[in-house]
């Protein structure tokens, strides 16, 4: 899940529901405060359902973000997000369950079981969306990210879930939400091929590794429709060896190509 202006906690990009228009018009985030600061640590006390791990909660905000204000709500065993719109616990981060040099034992079919199980116990439907699951290994620890992603068509909508679960524990150690409103766009005016070369020619590198077409939103609001291209490859007068990546959204409306990532 890679949505842009998002925050970057336990590997997903997590941004939370506000609605906004089609395609050019700038939109209204509902950015009316609901929730105290009481009411946010209580969403996260029942979300985690772990009384001994959320005895010492403390909670900052609401803060002003670019689509949303939220409540930073944190513990020694907890670091959380709450919309202080509607109240959704957007992203959680605990501190138990994971695993150092410990070997991986957890299955894909156990790891997604025990997913389903977490969103299926806070009432989280995630009915006709899409389900993979991916393990990562990095250095010591290694963990199932197991996702539900939304669909319209072959394009990717804002809605989508992920469960990260510890490979080697067993345990959930993370959780993401993003869930926005839109209208579905147009048509695209670009072609596929056309935003490939676009992306090539903004970001230098030669080799198209992937294309997806998304709904996206931009920081004031508006929705747009995007092709997600990431490429590889080497910049032009630097060792073949000095393989590089970068993501570059291209607008599907006016072709508009803009570089949003690098590694």
Do not use: C
Request: proline content about 3%.
């Amino acid at each position: 899940m890679r949505i842009p202006v998002a925050v970057l906690i336990v590997g997903a990009l997590v941004l939370v529901a506000l609605p906004f228009a089609a395609n050019g018009l700038s939109a209204d985030p509902a950015k009316t405060v609901v929730l105290s600061a009481d009411d946010a640590k209580s969403r996260v006390t029942e979300f985690v359902n772990r009384s001994d791990w959320t005895t010492d909660l403390s909670v900052t905000g609401p803060t002003n973000g670019a689509f949303m204000r939220y409540y930073d709500v944190i513990g020694k065993s907890v670091i959380a997000s709450v919309n202080a719109h509607d109240g959704s616990v957007t992203s959680l981060l605990l501190g138990e369950g994971r695993s150092f040099g410990v070997k991986a034992t957890t299955t894909q079919a156990d790891a997604t079981a025990t997913a389903e199980r977490f969103l299926a116990e806070r009432n989280i439907d995630v009915e006709g969306l899409d389900q993979t699951a991916n393990l990562s290994e990095q250095g010591d620890t290694s963990s199932w990210a197991i996702t539900w992603q939304g669909h319209a068509g072959v394009m990717l909508v804002p809605k989508s879930f992920e469960v990260d679960v510890d490979a080697a524990s067993g345990l959930v150690f993370g959780f993401a939400a993003v869930n926005h409103a839109y209208v579905r766009p147009d048509d695209p005016k670009i072609t596929q091929e056309a935003a490939e070369n676009a992306a090539i020619e903004v970001s230098g590198l030669p080799d198209i590794e992937s294309v997806q077409l998304q709904i996206t939103v931009s920081e004031d609001g508006t929705q747009q429709l995007t092709y997600e291209v990431r490429l590889t490859g080497s910049v032009e007068g630097q060792p073949t060896s000095m393989r590089q990546f970068a993501d570059v959204h291209v607008d599907a409306m006016t072709g508009e190509a803009k570089v949003v990532g690098v590694g």
